[in-house]
């Protein structure tokens, strides 16, 4: 539906009572349904938001890091919006929150790295 | 690719994605998928899978998921998973569950004592991702094994868990609002956070709480506004900028917020006025999310208690976004210019161009939401256009949604303003068996009902258009099935009411019908029952053979007993109705048979007997046809009531004690149904009739009954006042009317007839108002300098150019300027030549001498888009006679009067006043657009 559209038409689409506004990066469509009140413009804006949060955690994001790394895109996407609704438009805030969550990560990934070092080195 | 590194999956995982990024097919992907399926099955499966490993296995479940296939036998793990101490493993687990799972789902119960568990966890990320998983994954019923958790956490010290415990509550509001309805006040005290992202967050509930129930949250208007102040003034940190813009998301929801709070709240909306100029003024329209906060400005204040200044600056914004080329802002300007139009109408002159623009426009969303428009903005002086526009878009599209939704809007309308069958008709061949039934039986009422007003003539006037035109499209192959049904029951009611078919012609066509569509039951049986009812009436002939089929009833009993009520069936087909069909058609070739005697009013009331039982029966039935009068220029004293073969299994009894009463002739029959019962079923229903008899069983006293008896009435004495022979002159006044009507349905193809009907409004307006719309202007000057069309129509009617008020003839100059030279007769004539329009054919042929009069005023009126509406009577002078008469009739008729004649003669007089900028338009679009 949203595909055959052409490039110069609205970014919109009425859709059984619903509509869904979209955005298009390139090839990926970023998409979402909304409510028949609800402000599109606004939508709009809240989907390139979260495009740009996801271009500062990935630095310069392409398609295949979302491929990747969809749960990543997952989670930044809970900090942003929580059911249906904005939940932070501070860039900042979700920037932090998720570096918090990633340090966590990191030093797991670290305790992991250094288990598997030393179940390596004594298996050797 | 910098990043593949870190990307930190293992080899496997990378080469499934990339092999589906490199499938070609879907079936190779799916292929693909079903083998990493069989793979993770047998993985999952091993004992002493590492944590690390069976995470990644998750994040493949999840894929395997997002693309179309079952994981389910991943779900397990994943719940397990969320026990896991790691946060990073938790979160994974968490993730996964909120993406398997829907609510409902069984595994939610084990999920509940982790998220507990999290929810009292010293790590306010593990805390974080509870709340997330408990904004997914609670329902109704796990809602209070953690709220007082949730309610707790409101207090949090990390504004992050505070914020998600207010949308957790939120959310338990939105899945069963009691649950959390002695919270309330923690919402008010999270507005004033100190952190604006917990404020922020506190602002959507409140939006769906302040929806509720407006007057409670009255006293939070000055809270709201002097955040909002706030905000506008950039007092909220940085980061919380977007594209320069403090805040905009917060400011368009506290601005909703707002907009519910000041509607139709004077004082309310005085505390707005300041800050909302404010933003206004503030606004950065060059950015997208600067517009949507404008957009969100407008409709705020087209919500609240009007000022005038504020309506003002929204009309500009407005015109700022129709007039932007990017389609996004003409979307939400025909949005705002929508709600704009419900305090001021006046509002949408000036964008006429725009809208019509964006009505032609390739874009579909763009059109719908024009139409949605033009919808809200529908007068009777422009129904017409705006119908028709409807109607062939309807056409047009093949979306069943949208068909059915526009098809119950073009019957809206049709009914509010003035009913015309074509429109009905249009909408039912078209979008067909979308229509909902409702409408065809709306349809019928309106019908048989008329208007509700005491103008009989007209009524009948309606009755007598519909059966033409549905005889006319009767032979059509392919009509739905709801709409044959209608006719059928129109035929059957009224085919003969106005004298211009014999019933036998009726009854013929309606036999074809029932053989043409031998396998619609639901047809078939209702052509077959308006068969009879038809020929009850108005043929003795007929009777004959309905009686010797079914029950006979002496005619003066009948009417003694129901005088002119009949036709009130209640019908229900089981399923195979052949056997009727071939005999009743049968009986009809054999020709008329001896009529039955004497011994009626045992079988009067064995039908009232029978009735009386079927009655709940039939009311249970799915197709009903509700009792309507039968108002017919009073045929001989005959109606009957035929009663149908009732031969349900249970019925069959009861004809069986009637029948041999009844004749010998008849004897034979029941027999035959007998044998065929099984087979088939008519039950019949009367209403209105048991009330006569004052039987205590009647058991369904719908309203319909009730109104069938006091019509009953009123079709009486409409016939004792001679109605045929005043519906027989109405009706050639109503030819010649139709006649004119079919011309201008021509002219209306275009889209600029949308604006004949709105210029017809501001002209009228015009006097009082001096802001002469621009869109107004241009639209007449337009055509006078380039289309060739206009131009060279004027010149017969140049003594009327002079007539408007000098004040306007500033903006009609063009016009009036440049005709004096030509010859109107050559210009005339190169009119009609190859060349022209073909409107402009029409008018000549179709309307004959009338046509030059016609166009010159379409080209007259383009002046007279500016002038007032005194022109109105200067230009009937000009009309023929004919014309004349019409004209003063208009001029009566202008009061909404919502009938069929009222109708066309509003719709003559929208032409005639506005008509010409429908005949230029056109010129005007091929301009624009070619």
């Known amino acids: 539906m949203i595909l055959t559209r052409g490039p110069k038409l609205c970014n919109f689409v009425e859709w059984k009572g619903l509509k869904a506004v979209y955005r298009r990066y390139a090839s990926l469509y970023f998409c979402m349904c909304i409510d028949a009140d609800d402000n599109e413009l606004e939508i709009l804006e809240i989907i390139h938001h979260f495009v740009e949060i996801l271009d500062r955690y990935f630095g310069s994001v392409c398609e295949l890091d979302l491929i990747f790394n969809f749960h990543k895109a997952y989670y930044i996407l809970d900090e942003i919006l929580i059911a249906g609704e904005l939940q932070e438009s501070s860039k900042k805030t979700v920037a932090r929150l998720i570096a918090a969550q990633d340090s966590l990560v990191e030093t797991a990934k670290e305790q992991a790295s250094s288990i598997s070092n030393m179940i390596a080195q004594a298996t050797k | 690719m910098g990043s593949q590194g870190g990307w930190g999956q293992s080899k496997e995982f990378l080469d499934l994605v990339k092999s589906i990024g490199e499938a070609r097919s879907k079936a190779e992907e799916d292929r693909i998928i079903l083998r990493e399926i069989e793979t993770l099955k047998r993985r999952i499966a091993e004992p002493d899978v590492p944590r690390r490993k069976m995470k990644e296995y998750l994040i493949r479940l999840v894929y395997v998921e997002m693309l179309g296939h079952d994981a389910s036998f991943g779900y397990i793990h994943a719940v397990k998973m969320t026990h896991d101490d790691s946060l990073l493993l938790k979160r994974t687990g968490y993730l996964a569950v909120t993406l398997f799972l829907n609510e409902d789902h069984d595994l939610i119960i084990l999920i509940v004592n982790t998220i507990q568990k999290d929810l009292r966890s010293d790590n306010y990320l593990v805390v974080c991702a509870a709340l997330t998983a408990v904004c997914k994954l609670i329902n109704e019923e796990t809602i209070p094994a953690v709220l007082p958790q949730v309610v707790e956490l409101l207090g949090h010290s990390k504004e992050a868990v505070r914020k998600k415990a207010v949308l957790a509550l939120h959310r338990f509001y939105q899945r069963a609002p009691n649950s959390v309805s002695h919270l309330i006040s923690n919402f008010r005290k999270r507005l004033c956070d100190n952190d604006p992202g917990v404020m922020g967050a506190t602002l959507c509930p409140l939006f769906d709480l302040i929806k509720e129930d407006i007057n409670s949250y009255k006293d939070l208007v000055v809270s709201f506004v002097s955040i909002l102040k706030q905000v506008a003034e950039r007092r909220l940190p940085k980061t919380y900028d977007y594209h320069q813009m403090p805040a905009p998301f917060i400011q368009i929801k506290l601005l909703k917020i707002l907009a519910l709070l000041g509607s139709g709240d004077k004082q309310a909306s005085g505390h707005m006025y300041t800050v909302l100029g404010d933003i206004f003024r503030k606004v950065e329209p060059s950015s997208n999310i600067g517009n949507a906060v404008l957009y969100e400005c407008i409709c705020c204040v087209s919500s609240i208690y009007p000022s005038p200044k504020l309506l003002e600056t929204a009309v500009d914004a407005t015109s700022r976004f129709l007039k932007s080329d990017s389609h996004n802002l003409k979307y939400m300007g025909i949005d705002a210019l929508g709600r704009l139009i419900k305090i001021n109408p006046d509002i949408a002159e000036e964008h006429q161009l725009a809208v019509i623009d964006c009505l032609e426009d390739p874009d579909d969303t763009l059109k719908r939401k024009t139409f949605e428009l033009l919808y809200k903005m529908t007068k009777s002086s422009n129904v017409e256009v705006i119908v028709d526009r409807m109607i062939d878009y309807m056409i047009s599209i093949n979306d069943n949604h949208y068909k059915t939704e526009i098809a119950s809007r073009c019957v809206e309308l049709a009914e509010q303003f003035a009913p015309s069958n074509q429109w009905f008709i249009q909408v039912f061949e078209h979008a067909g068996d979308l229509v909902n039934v409702r409408v065809a039986h709306n349809l019928m009422r309106l019908i048989a009902e008329g208007f509700g007003e005491d103008d009989e003539g007209a009524d009948s006037q309606l009755r007598s258009s519909a059966v033409d035109s549905y005889l006319r499209i009767l032979g059509e192959p392919k009509l739905p099935s709801v709409f044959l049904q209608v006719i059928c029951w129109v035929l059957g009611e009224y085919g003969t009411a106005d004298g211009k078919y014999s019933a036998s012609y009726i009854i013929g066509k309606l036999c074809d019908v029932a053989e043409a569509h031998s396998t619609d039951d639901t047809v078939k049986c209702q052509s077959l029952i308006d068969e009879l009812s038809a020929s009850h009436s108005t043929d003795l002939?007929?009777?004959?053979?309905?009686?010797?089929?079914?029950?006979?009833?002496?005619?003066?009993?009948?009417?003694?007993?129901?005088?002119?009520?009949?036709?009130?069936?209640?019908?229900?087909?089981?399923?195979?109705?052949?056997?009727?069909?071939?005999?009743?058609?049968?009986?009809?070739?054999?020709?008329?048979?001896?009529?039955?005697?004497?011994?009626?009013?045992?079988?009067?009331?064995?039908?009232?007997?029978?009735?009386?039982?079927?009655?709940?029966?039939?009311?249970?039935?799915?197709?009903?046809?509700?009792a309507y009068e039968l108002p017919k220029p009073s045929p001989p004293p005959t109606v009957a009531q035929v009663a149908f073969p009732l031969p349900t299994t249970d019925l069959v009894q009861v004809p069986e004690q009637t029948y041999p009463r009844e004749t010998n002739q008849t004897s034979n029959l029941p027999s035959a149904t007998d044998a065929s019962s099984a087979d088939f079923g008519v039950k019949l229903r009367l209403e209105g009739v048991q009330r006569k008899w004052g039987r205590p069983t009647y058991s369904s006293p719908s309203a319909s009954s009730s109104s069938s008896t006091q019509k009953t009435a009123n079709g009486a004495t409409h016939l004792d006042?001679?109605?045929?022979?005043?519906?027989?002159?109405?009706?050639?006044?109503?030819?010649?009317?139709?006649?004119?009507?079919?011309?201008?349905?021509?002219?209306?193809?275009?889209?600029?007839?949308?604006?004949?009907?709105?210029?017809?409004?501001?002209?009228?307006?015009?006097?009082?108002?001096?802001?002469?719309?621009?869109?107004?202007?241009?639209?007449?000057?337009?055509?006078?300098?380039?289309?060739?069309?206009?131009?060279s129509e004027p010149p017969k009617e140049k003594t009327l150019p002079s007539s408007p008020p000098p004040d306007l003839l500033d903006l009609g100059e063009p016009t009036p300027a440049s005709i004096p030279s030509m010859d109107p007769f050559k210009h005339l004539e190169g009119l009609l030549g190859p060349t022209s329009a073909p409107s402009a054919i029409d008018h000549s042929s179709a309307a004959g001498p009338k046509a030059p009069d016609l166009m010159a005023l379409y080209t007259d009126a383009s002046p007279a888009g500016v002038s007032s509406s005194s022109l109105n009577p200067a230009l009937a002078d000009i009309y023929t006679v004919n014309k004349n008469s019409h004209e003063t009739a208009n001029v009566a008729a202008m009061k909404k009067g919502p009938n069929f004649q009222d109708s066309l003669q509003k719709d003559a007089t929208a032409r005639q006043v506005g008509v010409t900028p429908t005949g230029n338009n056109p010129n005007l679009f091929r301009d624009l657009l070619g």
Do not use: W
């Not at chain 2, 009655?615 to 249970?620: D, K, L, N, R, V």
């Not at chain 2, 001096?770 to 055509?783: L, M, R, V």
């Open chain 2, 721 to 791: 006042g001679g109605g045929t022979a005043s519906s027989q002159t109405r009706d050639s006044f109503h030819d010649s009317r139709r006649q004119q009507a079919e011309v201008s349905a021509e002219k209306q193809k275009l889209a600029a007839s949308l604006f004949g009907a709105s210029t017809a409004k501001s002209e009228k307006r015009q006097p009082s108002t001096h802001k002469t719309p621009k869109g107004i202007s241009t639209s007449t000057e337009k055509p006078a300098v380039k289309g060739a069309i206009s131009s």
């Open chain 2, 541 to 626: 002939q007929q009777r004959a053979y309905e009686l010797q089929a079914l029950l006979g009833l002496d005619s003066q009993a009948v009417e003694s007993v129901m005088p002119l009520d009949a036709s009130c069936e209640d019908i229900e087909i089981d399923k195979n109705l052949s056997f009727l069909d071939n005999f009743v058609i049968q009986s009809i070739e054999k020709g008329a048979r001896p009529y039955i005697p004497e011994n009626e009013r045992s079988g009067m009331f064995n039908i009232g007997n029978f009735r009386s039982q079927y009655q709940h029966e039939a009311s249970s039935h799915s197709l009903r046809f509700e």
